[in-house]
């Protein structure tokens, strides 16, 4: 017998013979209109679960992680703001419904059409099983380690800053806080850690964070157990972090210390850790057999204390709710459920590629025009730097330029990350923005990748365009999923109802000559390539490079895209092409009206016996082979694709289309998800037939003499550029 019938018939026996499980006399703080309201709520919840696993016995349903044990969350959120931004962990069913009551909404055929995977569920569309709703300030999660936690203290934070700056889209008000919850084993993931540990450093610092933590700790993590006691050790005289600890067996006592928490939180405006008693009833899934880890003691001693029938043992202390009445509305809430259920499995699905694509890219969304910064706010923000504009500069300064320009027009623009501040960036691009701007818009983080990204995520929830900026491409990797799993999801998952806009800059790529090895020198942007939805630009000279952030700052505002502007580490300080002290790689600053738009890509010459095909540093490398080939009689023409995702294939094949032969060149590996790969494939189906790559070698990158041993050359290039042409 399935563990969930177990559960339900001891319900049936146990409610009528008032064999209830013993605990403490109701807490004061609900009424008894309350107490029934917040059963109704549970009962739902346990009801749902329980279908669930009835659909996908009969192949009409697809998910089965349950709550039953967690029903305690409906306290919780009944202890909150329907305003209160929460991020949930998967097991909160009963918090979403509890939530839906505080705004008259009946959740329970929303939910059902989630089970289902029903085109006509209303968050995601048929997507995913997600807890969520855009009318009760729900983000939908598909996290299943914490990774929301980051986003989550971002979101606390925009709160404070919003005060002092709102943002044109704001989404929270100014006495709001956030919570976030999620299990105890998820809690010691590094993601979480790192979240808290932000929370606690911010705290600490007396910055504002109504940021409330929510650990349901029901004492496992599918099949392995959390040492008793542990997450209290672990939490409980955190730094910057206030400790409460409630039975979320016990609705009267969940709630009390949930309200506790959360005023403390909303008028101190710090961080909190509500630790909440649970027990999981069922195993962690429908195919999950808790028995074959955990003995059927331990098993049915959790059974017996669903907190369920605390409920009805509490409501019948307290006068609320007789345990025969309460019996009916059990079977009431699961008759109504299977009536939902069996019209939910009739409505239509997602079928076809388009139709579960739909989502990737938000919608746009309306902006207040804006006509560039004024004369009199560059000249007090630039002073001198005004006169230099006429002159050519390096990349970094004219990216510093651009960034100072779109922050004197869009206040909501908000920079973030590791010595940006101060130091202004390690190399001196963001020099002079923190003393232009404030503190408050060009923010100093701890060292923490994760954090960094997931405070620009959830700053975007509440309005901000967030610019946050990872410091080496490699320091990425450990980070990743904060764009892969969060920001670009989001969409997806919300059927376009929730974005991340933003910009994130990273520097990176090869050939800083003797510096730093393969953590600052790293050419693998596989990973941000393959992420849907997401656009990554790079630059390869400095007016290019603000012509395209200003492209990438509207495609984050008005489009709500997620962009990464990847900035070539070895450019930044280019002045020369060919001779010493020529000046050929510095640009002048272009008007701040100019763009370059998204596709576009840039042509130089129009040579007609090859093309070369490239970007970033290889732009550069390719116009100095140029010199080579035009002294071998060839005539070749540059391409610099700028896009790198998604490619700007269809402009790239018609700007080559009149060239005898088309060489690629990529500074990413051969054989690891470089663009080359899609480049040559789409040239080789358009029926060319003369194609050549020149890529970096399947390595790490060295430091010393051998920085660039491994990567391309102008004089590689030039070599297979003749080899193609000439045969």
Not at 206 to 218: A, G, I, Q, R
């Amino acid at each position: 017998m399935p563990r969930s019938l177990i559960v339900h018939e001891n319900f049936l026996a146990r409610v009528p013979a008032r064999d209830l499980p013993a605990g403490a006399a109701p807490a004061p703080g609900l009424d008894p209109q309350e107490m029934v309201a917040l059963f109704r709520c549970q009962c739902l919840s346990r009801a749902l679960d329980r279908t669930s696993r009835a659909m996908q016995k009969a192949g009409q349903g697809f998910y089965t992680i349950g709550s039953s044990g967690h029903e305690g969350m409906a306290a919780v959120a009944h202890a909150l703001r329907p305003t209160d931004m929460a991020f949930l962990h998967y097991r909160d069913a009963a918090f979403q419904i509890a939530r839906a009551a505080q705004v008259g909404q009946d959740i329970a055929r929303d939910m059902l059409l989630s089970f289902a995977s029903s085109s006509e569920d209303p968050i995601s569309g048929g997507r995913h099983k997600v807890l969520g709703s855009k009318a009760l300030a729900i983000p939908p999660q598909t996290s299943t380690i914490a990774s929301h936690l980051p986003k989550a203290v971002g979101a606390a934070y925009s709160i404070g800053l919003a005060r002092r700056r709102p943002p044109e889209h704001r989404a929270l008000p100014e006495d709001a806080l956030v919570m976030a919850s999620f299990g105890d084993a998820s809690a010691n993931h590094s993601t979480a850690q790192g979240a808290f540990n932000t929370a606690g450093w911010t705290a600490f610092q007396t910055v504002p964070l109504p940021m409330l933590f929510v650990c349901e700790d029901n004492g496992i993590g599918i099949s392995t157990k959390t040492p008793r006691g542990w997450i209290e050790a672990s939490f409980r005289n955190r730094p910057g972090l206030r400790y409460f600890a409630a039975n979320g067996l016990d609705i009267t006592d969940a709630y009390a210390v949930a309200a506790e928490a959360a005023d403390y939180v909303r008028t101190r405006r710090r961080p909190a850790f509500l630790h909440l008693r649970t027990v999981r009833l069922y195993g962690h899934a429908g195919a999950d057999l808790p028995t074959t880890y955990m003995s059927r003691e331990e098993v049915e001693a959790e059974e017996a204390n669903d907190p369920l029938l605390h409920t009805v043992r509490l409501m019948d202390e307290a006068g609320a709710l007789s345990p025969d009445k309460a019996l009916a509305i059990y079977l009431e809430t699961q008759e109504r459920v299977d009536r939902i259920a069996a019209e939910a499995v009739t409505r239509p699905r997602l079928k076809t590629a388009p139709e579960v694509m739909a989502s990737l890219i938000p919608p746009a969304r309306p902006c207040s025009p804006t006509n560039g910064p004024s004369f009199e706010a560059r000249a007090a923000a630039y002073g001198t730097d005004l006169r230099a504009m006429d002159e050519p500069q390096p990349m970094s300064r004219l990216i510093n330029w651009a960034l100072t320009d779109l922050m004197l027009e869009h206040p909501e623009i908000v920079l973030m990350g590791e010595d940006i501040g101060r130091k202004g960036g390690v190399y001196g691009v963001t020099q002079k923005l923190q003393s232009r701007f404030g503190c408050n818009r060009v923010i100093d983080t701890l060292l923490d990748e994760q954090s960094i990204l997931g405070l620009g995520i959830g700053m975007a929830h509440n309005g901000f365009l967030p610019v946050p900026e990872i410091q080496f491409l490699a320091y990425l990797h450990n980070a990743e999923d904060q764009i892969r799993g969060e920001a670009a999801t989001l969409p997806f998952f919300s059927n376009g109802q929730y974005a991340n806009p933003m910009v994130v800059r990273i520097a990176g790529l090869g050939y800083q000559k003797g510096f730093g090895g393969h953590f600052h020198n790293d050419n693998s942007i596989a990973v941000l390539r393959d992420i849907p939805g997401l656009i990554l630009a790079c630059p390869s000279d400095g007016a290019e490079a603000a012509m395209m952030l200003r492209e990438c700052v509207r495609l984050a505002r008005e489009e709500q895209r997620l962009v990464v502007f990847l900035e070539p580490i070895a450019l930044y300080p280019m002045r020369d092409l060919k001779d010493e002290k020529d000046g050929g790689w510095m640009r002048t600053y272009p008007d701040p009206s100019r763009r370059i738009a998204f596709g576009e890509i840039g042509i130089h010459g129009d040579g007609r016996d090859l093309s070369i095909v490239t970007y970033g540093n290889g732009n550069y490398l390719s116009q100095q082979a140029n010199f080579a080939l035009r002294e071998n009689g060839v005539s070749a023409r540059i391409i610099d694709l700028r896009w790198l995702a998604p490619l700007p294939l269809d402009a790239m094949l018609e700007a080559t289309r009149d060239c005898g032969a088309v060489l690629v060149v990529d500074e990413c590996r051969r054989s690891a998800g470089g663009p080359a790969e899609a480049l040559v494939t789409a040239l080789a189906e358009d029926g060319r037939s003369r194609i050549a790559r020149v890529t970096a070698e399947d390595s790490f990158i060295a430091t010393g003499p051998a920085y660039a041993a491994t990567l391309p050359s102008a004089a590689g290039i030039a070599e297979a550029a003749l080899k193609l042409v000439k045969g």
